[in-house]
């Protein structure tokens, strides 16, 4: 079963700190890697997403670091702000399954003041 | 606005009651998909469209019942309810384009409580 395992569950970090968030995948088949902000009360909304022809993509404040030979990703957050406070999911899916994407399990980030 | 549209936004369903759950996209995305959300579980399909007229199952389909009559519309059925099914159901769209890094529209989601 194609699987995308995350961590840490849950991760608390002060103003200004850089969280990180790990997925690892199992299919080597996946060739797109998107990870979605969720705020509560609301649907999950795509942040950045990455292909496995690159190592790193930035967009703003948000960076994935890729590792196509340990199948693994992560997210960094540079300079986080309380207003980052959500709940973050990465997914993967390959273009022949029809995009279905397969998520991890999430990862609920607070940033104090 | 533009975007996924779910209704209701809250249920309380009773053991053995069935209802549908609403979703309507007005982007004209050909794929449509609904998850299930539960604490610390992430998000699991139970069905998705790649078109009007076609479905499949997901991950989780037991329990549900899905149709796809238009474009636009794809409601989900809970025809038994069971406590199991308590959780957080979202719709979500997209169009995929071969070479183009693609992205899903979620709705903002029903919660369900089956008592």
């Known amino acids: 079963q194609q699987q995308v395992k995350q961590s840490p569950q849950s991760l608390i970090v002060q103003k200004g700190g850089i969280p990180i968030i790990n997925c690892a995948y199992e299919n080597t088949a996946f060739d797109y890697f998107p990870w979605y902000q969720q705020f509560p009360g609301k649907g999950p909304a795509l942040l950045i997403a990455?292909?496995?022809?690159?190592s790193e993509k930035k967009e703003g404040r948000f960076t994935i670091s890729f590792n196509k030979s340990a199948k693994q990703f992560s997210l960094h957050i540079m300079d986080s702000q309380p207003g980052d406070s959500a709940t973050y999911f990465c997914?993967?899916?390959?273009?022949?399954?029809?995009?279905?994407?397969?998520f991890g399990e999430g990862t609920q980030l607070t940033v104090n003041p | 606005n533009a975007g996924v549209t779910q209704t209701p936004k809250f249920r309380i369903l009773k053991i053995g009651q069935s209802m549908t759950l609403q979703c309507t996209q007005d982007m004209n995305h050909n794929y449509m998909y609904w998850y299930r959300q539960d604490p610390g579980m992430g998000l699991k399909l139970i069905y998705y469209s790649v078109g009007a007229g076609i479905t499949d199952k997901g991950e989780v389909p037991n329990g549900y019942n899905v149709s796809r009559s238009t474009t636009e519309d794809f409601p989900l059925r809970l025809e038994l309810a069971a406590p199991s099914q308590t959780s957080v159901y979202f719709c979500?769209?997209?169009?995929?384009?071969?070479?183009?890094?693609?992205?899903?529209?979620f709705g903002s989601g029903t919660r369900l409580t089956v008592v």
């Open positions: 997914a993967a899916s390959k273009e022949t399954s029809g995009s279905r994407l397969t």
């Open positions: 990455i292909r496995p022809d690159v």
């Open positions: 979500a769209s997209s169009y995929p384009r071969s070479g183009s890094p693609y992205g899903y529209t």
